[in-house]
């Protein structure tokens, strides 16, 4: 089989085409052609056996300069845990003042991630 | 009361607060930023999805965390910086004039074509005056403390873009609620914790637009699609991947929303497919019942007080004409950034804006050469930054391509001699290409010519496909 | 009766705040009952916004006298009520002899109905006042001026409601029965109003309403009426408004200054033979067509070549009632009180262009007509006087300073393209009509109307609404009933 990926680690979005077969729920991969590093190369074969995203979005801060502070994942996770994180994510609240870098959530759903603050919220 | 002050800073997003850093770093501590909001970062604090900062950083952050690294830069050297203070003037100063800003447009003339917006006759009031002379520039801003004016030797425009709105186009139909450009929408939901979509349209595929799509989609609302009216992508293939791809989001390239729907909230919009002069086909209107169309259809550098300062603006970045040094026509006023042209990764905003710092700090110090030699660009070339060089240096040259080409080479050429050439597999107007210029082959007079030629596989050293 | 009002005016557009403000003389007790949120939402507020000279209308006519009349006050009105007019002149440029001979007869008429000041000039002269028009000669009427539509409306009736009328929005009018006593009982959408006095100055609705007074059989046609605004940059190139030859119908499509700077293209006056019903409705009431936008575009480059895609800011149209006798033949504005069958009622039928010059005369005209029947006390508190928000962008430096001195919210600039200061848009959020909508903030501050369109500041001032007026974000309308902007929190604290 042959597919066409544009990989998403970078801004070039290199165009890269895999060949592989698939037998009995794995994937053997013939060849990998059309990535400028070998990043690329990674992300093909770990979109072909377990794709995965980072996710950023906010959670709401109580007595905030700001009503938001956002938030990201500090590594990827399974796209079909995209919306068990959000829902994870959507139940949060903390106090002011919030912190960049701050872990508010550890191992998310025991996904190997952590939910990290990405902008500082003070008093408000 | 007038203070005096070596460089002043427009804006403190990412242009200003890199070419601030670099500036201090090179010794240069008569200097002040002027932000007109209450936090420093410009509008990378609401863009929370990561990305940034891979050429910059060498790892991948979000739009908080990036602005964040300068702003402590900034702070750990106690840079002075002014927040919600709104510059509302820059007038260069002519020996000692009142300086009194008029709210009111400088009188442009406009005669023919593009210059309805007054471009090359706000030139016209420059052309007398020498490099070698410089003279001071009044900057007027609005704080809560009061209208503050300062004279600075030289002026750092980083005031960033604005998007283009529904009137820009001038998209028929009625006017609900419920139409929103991405940054808007963006703002609502980043820095507002408000709401502001259920069942949503995107009409323009730039990368707000699509980065808008996925973070509406994990929000609840649901987003049908994505049309783009150009018959290939305004934004870059990562994101149509992560953002659309991902949720199912079909992009259809080639339409357009013809007609919009509802007199109070948004209940439709009209689309139709458009030919190839992109006018809407009649017969193939598709009514899309929603309550939000989300627009990224274009940035636009945000000149309005270059103008004002007697700045040339570019026809096709309608950012400031720029030498190699980011000087603009006004000696002393230098321009780097989303101000200067639209760029696609804030990383290149930053080190343009590292550039910049170091001419403008050698423009304090000793001056800077003339630059005689015009960059002009073919049609394949939408637009090259910079638009003049000197020749004595080797150039960065940042351009983009007019369209989308493949297997192509960027060439510059002056009087028929090949000065550079890049190859490339793909060249698209989403992606800014940059590429170097080098002194050594530059000669004293004309013009040098840039253009992208296509089929051109052989010569392309990138393995085969 | 304690609820018993002197006087009702239904709609509070440009000339029923007139009215209400003429009668705001008097010691009565007055209320404006408006179908919408605000009180130029219709074609007040949707027009080219010219001050005519009144030479386009037939001797003798209504629209004839109240237009001279007006144009002569509108000096003294706009200084009393603190707006912005400027008397730019007005050029009606022609080319060929028929033009020539159309122009003349314009020109002698104006002179009869009272018009000072008209002179026809050549080309050379014209080319000096108006560099950038092509033509061969015009007719210069110097007194013609333009206006800011919104606020002229708006200082009217804030002025109105200074002097104690009441202002009903979101009140339309469904419907009047006239009782026993007398006294009219008039049914809204919010409640049941009984007057003494009832003015039907709906507008585009002065047909129903006059029906509802059982004044019926006018045949009422609208023309819709389409615009492109340009960036203010073009602006310089258009200190005047520059028509074509007019007829006594139709103006043609002309470009014309705002008092902001920005220029309009339009009108096209596309016939329409009945109006959907807006509130409530679905129906595209004020939808602008590729098609019209397009021939705007391409018919007024004819007389001013520099109307650049590129130099639109956005677009928009507005809708004249017109009365029409049985042949469709466009006529006067009517204005009536029939003593036999709605006494005291006075009924406005087919205001439309030039209403906006006519406003106030119309408003005295209507008192007059009522005080031959009735003695109205005078209102010794009557102040006819009204001092609008004070704008950061008109000051100059030296005002600008002194302003942030005694208010600091003048140096917090909320709108960056308009430069609307966070102290104008706290004003116009609590002025005395109660308006909250984002387009009364718009009206009253120029915030959002700039060449962003509010990219900057729409969410700055959505907040400011929310919290100045105690609403939650779903509350918040853009400008209509239904015109919700936000849908919810994005996060909601667990109650």
């Known amino acids: 089989m042959q597919r066409k990926f544009t990989c998403i680690i970078c801004p070039n979005g290199c165009e890269i085409t895999a060949e592989y077969d698939t037998a009995a729920g794995s994937v053997a991969i013939h060849s990998i052609e059309g990535q400028t590093c070998p990043r690329g190369e990674e992300y093909v074969k770990q979109e072909l056996t377990d794709p995965r995203r980072t996710i950023a979005s906010s959670v709401l801060v109580r007595g905030g300069e700001l009503p938001l502070a956002s938030v990201r994942l500090t590594a990827p996770i399974p796209k079909a845990k995209i919306f068990d994180a959000m829902r994870e994510i959507r139940k949060l609240a903390v106090d002011a003042p919030v912190v960049a870098g701050t872990v508010l959530i550890e191992n998310l759903l025991g996904l190997g991630t952590d939910l990290v603050v990405t902008k500082s919220v003070g008093l408000r | 009361m007038t203070d005096n002050i070596d460089v002043l800073i427009i804006g403190g997003g990412p242009a200003g607060l890199a070419a601030a850093v670099k500036l201090w770093d090179l010794g240069v501590h008569s200097l002040l930023v002027l932000e007109r909001e209450k936090q420093l970062g410009g509008i990378l604090r609401q863009c929370i999805h990561d990305g940034f900062g891979l050429t910059r950083f060498g790892t991948t952050l979000s739009g908080p965390e990036y602005a964040q690294r300068f702003i402590d830069e900034v702070r750990e050297r106690n840079i002075p910086y002014i927040t919600n203070a709104a510059v509302i003037g820059i007038k260069p100063q002519i020996s000692g004039g009142s300086g009194g800003t008029s709210a009111r447009q400088p009188g442009l003339r406009s005669p023919e074509g593009r210059a309805a917006f007054g471009w090359s006759a706000v ?114 293939p990562r994101n149509i991947e992560q953002c659309l791809n991902d949720y199912n989001i079909p992009l259809y390239l080639s339409h357009t929303v013809t007609n919009i729907h509802g007199s109070a909230r948004l209940t439709a919009v009209t689309v139709s497919e458009v030919d190839s002069q992109m006018k809407p086909i009649p017969g ?51 321009s780097a950034g989303n101000v200067l042209h639209v760029h696609d990764l804030v990383d290149f905003v930053s080190l343009e804006a590292e550039a910049l710092a170091e001419s403008c700090a050698r423009y304090l110090s000793s001056g800077l050469p003339e630059c005689a030699l015009n960059i002009v660009a073919d049609k394949s070339v939408n637009h090259t930054v910079p638009m003049r060089i000197s020749g004595s240096h080797d150039v960065p040259l940042s351009l983009r391509p007019s369209r989308p080409f493949r297997d192509c080479r960027v060439v510059a050429r002056q009087g028929g001699v090949e000065l550079a050439s890049k190859p490339m597999k793909k060249a698209i107007p989403a992606e800014m290409i940059q590429m170097k210029i080098p002194a050594a082959k530059i000669s004293a007079s004309g013009d040098i010519l840039v253009s992208i030629e296509a089929g051109v596989r052989a010569s392309c050293p990138s393995e085969g496909d | 009766m304690d609820n018993l009002f002197d006087c009702l005016v239904i709609g509070g557009g440009v000339v029923g705040s007139a009215i209400a403000r003429e009668l705001s003389r008097y010691r009565l007790k007055i209320g404006v009952l408006e179908k919408n949120l605000d009180v130029c939402y219709e074609t007040s507020g949707r027009n080219t916004a010219v001050i005519h000279g009144g030479f386009a209308y037939n001797t003798g006519s209504l629209k004839a006298r109240f237009c001279v009349e ?19 002149g007005k050029v009606l440029i022609g080319n060929s002899e028929e033009d020539m001979a159309s122009l003349k007869r314009t020109m002698a008429q104006g002179e009869r109905n009272g018009v000072e000041g008209l002179t026809l000039i050549d080309g050379e002269k014209l080319h000096e006042m ?50 026993t006593d007398g006294n009219y009982c008039v049914t809204t959408r919010r409640g049941v109003y009984h007057t003494r006095w009832v003015v039907n100055s709906a507008g585009l609705g002065c047909r129903e309403i006059s029906d509802m007074l059982g004044l019926t059989g006018y045949r009422v046609i609208f023309s819709k009426d389409h615009y492109i605004i340009l960036d203010q940059r073009c602006g310089v190139d258009v200190p005047l408004p520059r028509y074509t030859v007019p007829s006594n119908t139709y103006m043609g499509i002309h470009v014309t200054p705002t008092v902001d700077g920005n220029v309009l293209v339009g009108p096209d006056a596309e016939e329409r033979p009945a109006l959907p019903r807006s509130a409530g409705s679905s129906a595209a009431l004020y939808d602008v067509p590729q098609k019209n936008i397009d021939f705007l575009a391409e018919d007024a480059s004819i007389l001013w070549p520099h109307i650049h895609k590129k130099d639109y800011i956005r677009t928009y149209c507005g809708i004249l009632p017109k009365w029409v006798d049985e042949n469709g033949v466009i006529q006067d504005f009517k204005i009536e009180i029939r003593d036999d069958v709605a006494p005291r009622a006075v009924n406005l039928v087919g205001i439309e262009s030039p209403g906006l010059t006519c406003a106030v005369p119309i408003a005295r005209h209507v008192l007059d007509m009522m005080k031959e029947r009735e003695p109205f006390e005078e209102n010794p508190n009557f102040n006819g006087r009204r001092k609008g928000i004070r704008r950061f962008a008109d000051m100059t430096d030296e005002e600008r300073a002194e302003a942030i001195r005694q208010n600091p919210d003048y140096g917090e600039l909320v709108c960056r393209c308009e430069k609307v200061s966070k102290a104008e848009i706290l004003q116009a959020i609590h002025n005395p009509l109660g308006v909250e909508t984002m387009t009364g903030i718009k009206y009253r501050t120029r915030s959002m109307m700039g060449r962003c369109q509010g990219g900057y500041c729409q969410m700055r001032v959505e907040r400011m609404i929310e919290e100045e007026k105690g609403r939650r974000e779903t509350e918040v309308l853009y400008n209509r009933q239904g015109s919700q902007v936000l849908f919810d929190k994005v996060r909601e604290a667990q109650r």
């Open chain 2, 123 to 236: 030139s016209e009031q420059n052309a007398g005056r020498s490099v070698e002379a410089p003279e001071l520039k009044l900057v007027t801003a609005a704080t809560r403390d009061g209208l503050r004016k300062w004279q600075a030797k030289a002026v750092v425009l980083a005031m960033g873009c604005r998007e283009r709105t529904r009137g820009a186009l001038a998209i028929p139909g009625e006017r609900p609620a419920g139409v929103f450009t991405a940054g808007v929408a963006q703002a609502y939901m980043n820095l507002y914790n408000r709401m502001p979509a259920r069942e949503v349209v995107i009409l323009g595929s730039g990368d707000i637009g699509m980065i808008m799509a996925r973070r509406l989609t994990l929000e609840g609302a649901h987003v049908q699609a994505v049309f783009e009216v150009l018959p290939y992508p305004s934004g870059l």
């Open chain 2, 284 to 334: 193939t209107e598709k009514e899309y019942p929603c309550d939000t169309l989300i627009l990224s259809v274009g940035l636009i550098p945000e000149n309005e007080l270059s103008l004002d300062a007697g700045v040339t603006l570019d026809g096709r970045t309608r950012g400031a004409e720029v030498d190699e040094f980011f000087q603009t026509s006004v000696p002393g006023i230098f």
């Open chain 3, 70 to 88: 007006g144009n002569r006050g509108m000096t003294k009105l706009a200084d009393d009520l603190d707006f912005k007019f400027i008397r730019t």
């Open chain 3, 130 to 179: 108006v560099p950038t028009v092509n033509g061969k000669f015009a007719l210069w009427s110097p007194n013609s001026g333009i206006v800011d539509p919104f606020m002229y409306t708006i200082a009217l009736a804030e002025n109105a409601a200074r002097n104690g009328v009441k202002y009903f929005l979101d009140n339309e009018v469904t419907a009047i029965s006239h009782g």
